[in-house]
């Protein structure tokens, strides 16, 4: 999901059973890179860069991993 709201977000979490500071963290972007465990899933941050002709375009994405 792009630019989610935060009622989108909610619903993932209940969806998923995501844990709830993951869920927070990724409703306030810009985070630094980190990879959090909580239980047995994971919430990781990642950095990305992307040239546009002479600029860097920095971006973030944020990853939930579970068994579900």
């Known amino acids: 999901m792009q630019d989610a709201e935060l009622a989108e977000l909610e619903t993932m979490r209940d969806e998923f059973d995501l844990h ?21 899933s994971v919430f990781a941050v990642m950095q990305l860069v992307e040239m546009d002709g002479d600029q860097l375009l920095v971006g973030e994405v944020d990853v939930f991993v579970g068994i579900n």
């Open 20 to 40: 709830a500071l993951a869920v927070e963290d990724a409703w306030h972007s810009h985070q630094r890179p980190k990879i959090d465990e909580y239980g047995d």
